[in-house]
């Protein structure tokens, strides 16, 4: 009887035991299967476009996995064949990237056409084989200064997304009377018609008479914030540049109109601020590289450049 007992306990264990076993290996070859990744995050490291703009091609029923046509929430693995209106597309390309900077001038629109027949920023920049250039951070037909450019998507969006609190500073001439009153206004924070807005920061860059000149900080991005902000205080802004965006210095030796491509360090610094994993920069064919290097010889600096920060920074007093 006893050992009858026994043998009965040790036949549960045994199932208790296989059946633990069996669950494990469950959860081994689940965490093991790979789920693959979103067609628009995967779309949009390809530099075909922005995010948003995949998922209305995906919605608009431009896109096809093997053969079959994608909807939103799809997944895929990098063996599937993706095509966009019937042509196939390179997914390979999403593991380069190139990245540039240009200095915007007054006079271009940031959009890659305009009704109006005026200079776009694209006009300016080289060809690109595979995928297209990203704006990152739009700037207005009036303002000059620091753009960034890249191929990756899943980058610009990262960048230019609200949650990453990426500080943009711009030299502002002000016309008008500005006193301690005003600049204690824009950095407390006044109300826009699209909310509340504020500077983070103020510095007096000097001047004399009626204008005066300031580097400002703002946390976002929002259309036309920095001259809404200085016309809530009575001001007019009758120059306006932005000289960073993050950890990002317009060189002062950049000419209006010309662009530079970033080295391996200089990406892996924008991409620490979107806070993803760098990219290998893709490899410039002969014409670009010749271009490049014009505009190195052309601003006395190697054609292979750092980020112009530290003692290429422009020079502030504190007011």
Not at 41 to 56: D, F, H
Not at 296 to 318: E, F
Request: proline share 4%; hydrophobic share 35%; aromatic share 6%.
């Amino acid at each position: 009887m006893a050992k009858s007992k026994q043998k009965n306990k040790d036949k549960q264990k045994l199932k208790s035991d296989s059946s633990v076993s069996i669950k494990a290996s469950s959860e081994s070859q689940a965490e093991e299967s790979p789920k693959g990744e979103k067609l628009q995050k995967v779309l949009a490291r390809t530099g075909i476009g922005s995010r948003r703009e995949m998922e209305r091609w995906i919605e608009q029923g431009r896109f096809a996995i093997d053969g079959r046509r994608a909807t939103l929430g799809d997944r895929i693995f990098p063996t599937q064949l993706v095509t966009l209106d019937g042509k196939s597309v390179d997914l390979g390309s999403s593991e380069q990237v190139r990245c540039l900077l240009y200095h915007k001038p007054v006079g271009e629109v940031c959009s890659r056409k305009d009704p109006e027949g005026r200079r776009t920023v694209f006009d300016s920049l080289p060809h690109v084989g595979s995928g297209r250039w990203i704006v990152i951070g739009r700037l207005d037909f009036n303002t000059s200064g620091l753009l960034l450019f890249t191929t990756d998507g899943e980058l610009a969006n990262a960048l230019m997304h609200p949650s990453s609190m990426i500080e943009r500073e711009y030299l502002v001439r002000v016309m008008g009377n500005v006193g301690d009153s005003t600049l204690e206004n824009l950095t407390r924070g006044v109300m826009l018609d699209d909310g509340p807005a504020r500077f983070t920061d103020v510095v007096d860059g000097g001047g004399d008479g009626i204008n005066h000149w300031f580097y400002v900080v703002l946390m976002e991005g929002r259309n036309r914030e920095v001259r809404r902000l200085w016309e809530s205080q009575g001001m007019t802004i009758s120059r306006l540049k932005r000289v960073r965006y993050g950890n990002v210095f317009l060189p002062s030796r950049l000419k209006k109109g010309e662009w530079m491509e970033l080295p391996q360090k200089d990406v892996e610094v924008i991409y620490g601020m979107a806070g993803l994993p760098p990219k290998a920069p893709k490899p410039l064919n002969d014409k670009e590289q010749q271009k490049l290097d014009r505009l190195a010889k052309k601003s006395g600096r190697r054609a292979a450049r750092r980020l112009a920060g530290g003692d290429n920074a422009p020079k502030r007093k504190r007011r």
